[in-house]
C-alpha cells in the first residue's frame, strides 16, 4: 500500500472505475469552470507547460547575470524574486532592513537598480513575473524601463492582476 506525504491511504493506480457518479459534474471540463482541470480547454497540447525559474539573490547586477544565462539556456521567462525589504517597501539603507538585504531576492532600490536588472532583457518577448505584494509597483517600473505598451508586455504575477 502507498501513504501520501500527509499519511493517507491511496492507489498506485486510478481509473474511471474510481469515480463515483456525479465526479463528472464535480470535475468539470478543461477550460471551464471550476478550472479543476486545466484553465485553457486545449490544456498543454496548444501551449506547452514550461518551468518557470523564479530567481533574484543579491543586486541587480547578479540578478541580471542570472536571468540572462536562463534565458540564454532557452527558459523564456524572467520571474523576480525580490528581497524581503523590496518586499514590503523599505529600501536597502533602512536600519529595518539590516541583514535581509539581497539575502532571499534581489534588492531592488530604485528604478535604476530595475533597469539594470533587465538590462539586455527582452521585456516584450520574454515573459516575466513577480510572486510577491509589490508586483504593481514593478509592472509600472517596467512600462517606464522599456516605454511599452501594457497590452504588448507578457506578464502575469501571484497578487491578483
Known amino acids: 500500500m502507498l501513504y501520501s506525504e500527509i499519511g493517507r491511504e491511496i492507489s498506485g493506480h486510478y481509473s474511471a472505475a474510481d469515480l463515483d ?6 470535475i468539470g471540463v ?3 469552470f471550476p478550472f479543476t482541470r486545466h484553465i485553457h480547454a486545449s490544456g498543454n497540447r496548444v501551449r506547452p507547460w514550461a518551468p518557470s525559474l523564479y ?34 517597501g523599505l529600501d536597502s539603507d533602512d536600519p529595518l532592513a539590516s541583514g535581509e538585504v539581497g539575502r532571499l531576492g ?10 539594470t ?18 508586483a504593481a509597483v514593478f509592472r509600472a517600473r517596467d ?10 508586455m507578457r506578464r502575469t504575477s501571484d497578487s491578483g492582476d
Not at 457518479?21 to 464535480?26: F, G, I, L, Q, T
Not at 539573490?57 to 547578479?62: I, K, L, V
Not at 512600462?143 to 504588448?152: D, G
Open 117 to 134: 536588472m533587465f538590462e539586455g532583457v527582452r521585456l516584450v518577448a520574454v515573459k516575466n513575473e513577480e510572486q510577491q505584494a509589490s
Open 143 to 152: 512600462l517606464l524601463v522599456r516605454n511599452a505598451s501594457a497590452k504588448k
Open 21 to 26: 457518479a456525479d465526479a463528472e459534474a464535480r
Open 106 to 115: 534581489v534588492a531592488i532600490d530604485s528604478l535604476e537598480d530595475f533597469e
Open 30 to 32: 478543461p477550460g471551464e
Open 55 to 88: 530567481s533574484g539573490f543579491g543586486s541587480a547586477e547578479d540578478t541580471n547575470r542570472r536571468f540572462r544565462f536562463l534565458i540564454d539556456a532557452g527558459n523564456g521567462r524572467a520571474n523576480v524574486a525580490a528581497d524581503l525589504p523590496t518586499q514590503i
